[in-house]
Every structure is written in C-alpha cells, then in structure tokens.
C-alpha cells in the first residue's frame, strides 16, 4: 500500500507538471516507477496510465485536431512501439537504464541548445513516429524530443495539444498489444495502471487549473532539474 500511495502521488504531481508544461510528465516518472516496480514493470504500467490522459485530451480537442498528421506519425510509430515492447522483455535492465540516463542528459541539452527542426512534411511524421515507437516501448516516453517536430510543423495551442495526443495514444496502444504479447502484462500491472490511472487524471485536471498563476520558465526549469537528477540517479545505479 505505500508503494502505491508512493506511485499515485508520483503520478499526480508529474502528470499536473506535464499538464502546465506540455512535456516532461512520462520522462521523470518513469525513473519513479523504476525505482517502485523495476523497469520490466514500470514501462508497462506507466505506458497503461498514459492510455487515459492521451485519451482525455484526443476528445477535448477533437475539433482541432490534424488527422492525417497524426495517420503518419502511426504508420511509423505503431509497428516499430510492438517490435520495441516485444524487445523489452529480453533487453537487458542496466543497459537500459543507463540507455535512459543519456536520454534524460540528451533531452535537457536539446532544450538548452535550443534546436529547431525545419518545417516537417507530413511524409517526415512516418520517421518521426518510428523512432518515437521504438524509443518509446524502450524507453517508456521520448515526448520532448518528438514535441518540437509537431510545433515545428506550425501546430499551436488545441491543434497541437490534440494531435500530439493523438499520435501518442496511437503509440501507447501498439506498446500495449506488444507487452500483453510478450507476457509483460499480467495482472499485478493491470491492477497498477488501473490504481494509477486516477491520480494521472486528477494531475492533469488540476494543472489546467493553475496554468498562468505560475510561469512556464519556473516549471521548465524544474523539469529540467527533474531530469537531470533522474538521469544521475540512473547512471550511478547497478
């Protein structure tokens, strides 16, 4: 019970920070799961837990959303996030979390540097969501280095929140049929996603609420210390 209550208030506050921020929610709690569950578990249940509030911003965005942007993005993503979860299940742990730690590393320089992608077409989206599909079933969320790809392509505000929603539960669906398929789904992570997926919502309803009572660069800059911390964490481990 307290690693649950521990895992649910986890989930609530980053999902809250991801809802202010547009990104870092999946990346800093997956190290959280890790440390709670073990990776093999974490990746699964955190994937289970996104199903929802993807889900959730797909319909409150419905209107505005790009549905051939998002039709590219899971042409690519969907057979790459299987063959990803299908690997998972005999991919080696420490390599992998040491694998993440260069990514959390790689996504704070990515955003101090600055990098802007040209404009993408449409046809880029395919290669866009085949490697988030399959960073993504590895990894378990790669959403800040695939997010500047959906701005770059001119998507602001509802459009942008709705497709990249879209895309993403395109992803996490695939990565879910791959771990069931792998036999990474039984039922200790069904009941965990199932436990988690409210205090994930609750998180999102209540980061809309104080957006614009506490700036964007205060949360950035506490979501790249997050990662920072988390990738250290994950490199120093065995």
Known sequence: ?????????????????????????????????????????????????????????????????????????????????VTGALLLAHAPLAALKRLLGVFLLAVVVWRRIGARPARPTERTFVAVGAASGLGSALLGSVGPLTAPFFLAYGLTRAAYVGTEAAAALSLHLAKTVGYATAGLIGRDVLVLGAALTPATLAGAWAGRRVVGRISDRVFIVLVEAGLVVAAVLLLAGR
């Open 1 to 81: 019970m307290g690693t649950l209550l521990a895992a649910s208030a986890a989930a609530f506050l980053l999902a809250l920070l991801s809802a202010v921020t547009g990104f870092g929610g999946g990346v800093l709690l997956l190290p959280v799961f890790t440390a709670l569950f073990g990776l093999r578990v974490a990746v699964p249940v955190l994937t289970l837990t996104q199903l929802a509030s993807n889900g959730a911003r797909v319909w409150l965005n419905r209107r505005e959303l790009c549905w051939p942007l998002a039709g590219r993005f899971a042409a690519g993503a969907v057979p790459f996030a």
